[in-house]
């Protein structure tokens, strides 16, 4: 059975820090990987996926995770975050591509302050 | 064009009352998701439905809950005799047909059922 583990709950960071947020993943057969965002009383939105090919993906807002197979990792990070960043992300794996049985982390939720 | 639309968008309900949920896909998907999210916790996946048609229940309590997805109308997730522990995020999320699909699900805002 899949599982993913989200390991930090709470990432609290000054506006223009690096940040990492950590998912690893479980799984007994290749995987689809999936970052989603959730902004405060919102819904879910794909931040990047990782389907095949190069093992690091990247956002349009300088969000890049890179997917390596020997850690069963899927680590999201940004070199310098800004205040709008402020979130829940969420780390997501599936054994389809088309993403049809999402199982998704607890989330980590990422404070950015000035 | 109209994202997932989901409502109420706020429901409160005593114990032992009924409550639907219904959910509005985007226009041309017809692969819709249903997922639970408590407080401290991840998204839970309850159902996955195509119209007329259950995929993948395997994530629904086995008593009081239930969805459908109509061939005409929303897809409608329907709670009897409520509890305090069903109080929670309820999220619909839809998908392009499977041959469209590129792994990604598209999120309403939610429903968020609160009961007294």
């Known amino acids: 059975a899949q599982s993913v583990t989200q390991l930090d709950s709470q990432v609290p960071v000054f506006e223009e820090a690096p940040v990492e947020l950590r998912c690893n993943y479980s799984s007994s057969v290749s995987v689809y990987l999936f970052w989603y965002v959730q902004y405060p009383n919102q819904g879910l939105q794909l931040l990047l996926k990782y389907l095949s090919g190069s093992t690091l993906v990247e956002s349009i807002n300088g969000f890049e995770a890179e997917f390596n197979k020997s850690q069963t990792s899927f680590h999201l990070r940004k070199p310098s975050v800004h205040i709008s960043d402020t979130a829940e992300y969420f780390c997501?794996?599936?054994?389809?591509?088309?993403?049809?049985?999402?199982?998704f982390g607890k989330g980590t939720t990422l404070s950015v302050s000035s | 064009n109209a994202g997932v639309m989901q409502n109420p968008r706020h429901l409160v309900r005593r114990r032992g009352q009924e409550a639907r949920l219904r959910c509005s896909p985007m226009?041309?998907?017809?692969?819709v998701y249903w997922y639970r999210q408590l407080p401290e916790e991840g998204l839970k996946f309850m159902v996955y439905l195509q119209k007329e048609n259950i995929i993948d229940e395997s994530g629904m309590p086995k008593e009081r809950f239930s969805a459908e997805f109509p061939k005409e109308g929303p897809s409608i997730l329907r709670i009897q005799q409520v509890v305090r522990g069903d109080s929670a995020a309820y999220f619909c999320?839809?998908?392009?047909?499977?041959?469209?699909?590129?792994?990604?699900?598209?999120f309403g805002e939610g429903s968020r059922l609160t009961v007294l």
């Open positions: 997501a794996v599936s054994e389809d591509q088309a993403g049809t049985a999402l199982i």
């Open positions: 226009k041309g998907h017809s692969h």
């Open positions: 999320a839809s998908s392009p047909p499977s041959g469209k699909a590129t792994g990604e699900l598209f």
